[in-house]
């Protein structure tokens, strides 16, 4: 059966963050994740943890020195002295993680460069997270790295097929440096989903989940997530699949929806 977890940056926000847990426990889900730590009050997800029973599975990496993180957003992951940045963030963010409990962390490429090659910085990308990845393996917390749509919502954005991602995954060549597949953005971008899933599952450590086109539930597009859910489950996945969809519905009524998509009564 496949690990949902509820990405309340975009479910029960209404609600406090320490509370938004619970309701996604009640709904059936086995963990949440949260996008960038930095904005949030670590005491305030330690209580929605220790309140609903569930764990925070994922979040993305991030520095809380505002010049890191400039120098970080400026760099990101392709340049030559990416690696040297990305040591210093993934230092900070593992220490965090570690407190909180999270197994992922999410990593972005940045915009594509106009001043260099694809080439040049598909190996700064490579190098970078080569470089990086001791410090994820000594925590024992996995970084994922993920591919994001050009054509709708992050135009310019260098990382965009999952071809190319699960490329890079196999050069880094560390079992904590894996993939984050997000199925909207790869329907977008490549489609294929089922077999480029199948086919490179050892390489997934995190799954992102949102209907195409509209980025809300499943069953409100043109994925069939019954089908595509059960291509997971048909694997040897045992991560998370994470549900960072905003719903047409009702927050708890569009959870159970997917939770009966994926298999449970």
């Known amino acids: ?81 990416s690696g040297d940045i990305l040591c210093r963030i993934a230092e900070e963010s593992v ?19 106009d001043d260099i090659s694809r080439y040049e910085q598909h190996a700064n990308l490579v190098c970078a997270l080569r470089k990086a990845a001791p410090i994820f393996e ?33 050069e880094v060549q560390s079992p904590r440096v894996k993939l984050l597949y997000d199925i909207y953005h790869q329907q977008l971008t490549d489609g294929n989903l089922i077999a480029n899933i199948t086919g490179n599952i050892d390489l997934i450590g995190h799954f992102h989940v949102a209907d195409a086109p509209g980025r809300n539930e499943p069953g409100t597009g043109e994925i069939n997530y019954k089908n595509v859910f059960a291509a997971i489950a048909s694997t040897s996945y045992q991560h998370y699949v994470g549900l960072e969809y905003t719903p047409l519905q009702e927050d708890a009524a569009a959870l159970k929806e997917t939770l009966s998509l994926a298999g449970y009564n």
């Open 1 to 81: 059966m496949l690990k949902l977890s509820a990405c309340v940056e975009l479910l029960f926000r209404s609600e406090p963050m320490a509370d938004r847990f619970l309701l996604a426990a009640n709904a059936g889900v086995q963990a949440c994740e949260i996008w960038n730590y930095t904005r949030h009050d670590i005491a305030e997800l330690k209580e929605g943890i220790e309140k609903s029973g569930i764990p925070l599975s994922t979040m993305c990496v991030g520095a809380t020195n505002p010049e890191l993180a400039e120098e970080y957003a400026k760099h990101a992951l392709l340049s030559e002295e």
């Open 95 to 113: 220490k965090t993680a570690s407190i909180l409990g999270v197994s992922n962390l999410i990593l972005t490429t940045g915009q594509e460069r």
């Open 138 to 170: 000594s925590a024992g917390i996995t970084a994922v790295l993920e591919p994001l749509n050009v054509v709708k919502n992050h135009r310019g954005y260098y990382l965009f097929s999952a071809y190319e991602a699960f490329a890079v995954i196999r």
